[in-house]
């Protein structure tokens, strides 16, 4: 799964500037064995602590995380990220995409999110959110995250020098709220549906089945 997100990612920016980071010898092997870059790094407290200690060895103004477990990945919505972060230097940039009739906003494995009307983040929760106190005022749609991210190196220094989780990253499990402790705006980037990550094991099957779609359509 490695090796397919690496290779969705180098059709938007080029294998050359595409690199892992793991604290695993065996991923590093792999990813090399298949021509890609692979950073070494430390025990880190989540993926973007790990991205922002490799990004100290990389030659780059702008870093963009693609989560090595979002296989169906849309290169053009790298390139979405990509712009929006050079519209937006001053914002973290995020992706996000509205549920599909077949996910459940119930669900603890889909962080839902939460923007103002110009798409900035207000919050990002794994209930279902926004709430609604009568029923005939429910969200006719939910948002979730899509983990595609473009930050840059001062943004992801000071994220690092936090030094822990922060209270509600660390009961919410979602690493991208530490940016609203630390005041950063963070701006949501609508991408394309069908994006599933595989974030337990009974994922698996569901993105199998859409890559076979997937492919059977091109």
């Not at 993926?47 to 849309?74: H, M, Y």
């Not at 990220?81 to 119930?106: C, F, R, T, W």
Request: charged share 30%; proline share 4%; aromatic share 6%.
């Amino acid at each position: 799964m490695i090796i397919w997100v690496a290779e969705l990612c180098s059709l938007a920016v080029s294998s050359d500037n595409v690199y892992v980071a793991t604290d695993d010898h065996r991923i590093k092997g792999v990813v090399e064995s298949f021509g890609f870059n692979a950073v070494m790094t430390g025990d880190a407290l989540t993926g973007t602590d790990r991205i922002a200690e490799a990004a100290k060895s990389i030659d780059a103004d702008i870093i963009v995380n693609v989560q090595g477990d979002e296989p169906l990945v849309e290169p053009d919505d790298i390139h979405k990220v990509i712009s929006a972060k050079l519209k937006h230097p001053d914002m973290i940039i995020n992706g996000y995409s509205y549920l599909s009739a077949d996910e459940n906003p119930q669900s603890v494995n889909i962080p839902k999110v939460v923007t103002t009307e110009d798409d900035v983040l207000l919050y990002m929760s794994r209930l279902a959110v926004p709430g609604f106190k009568e029923s005939s005022r429910a969200p006719k749609s939910y948002k979730k995250q899509v983990c595609i991210y473009a930050f840059d190196k001062v943004q992801l220094h000071k994220y690092r020098s936090y030094g822990r989780k922060s209270n509600i990253e660390e009961s919410e499990d979602i690493e991208i709220l530490r940016f609203l402790e630390l005041g950063q705006q963070v701006k949501m980037i609508k991408t394309r549906p069908g994006s599933y990550a595989v974030d337990a094991p009974e994922d698996v099957s569901v993105v199998e089945a859409a890559l076979k779609k997937k492919l059977a359509d091109a």
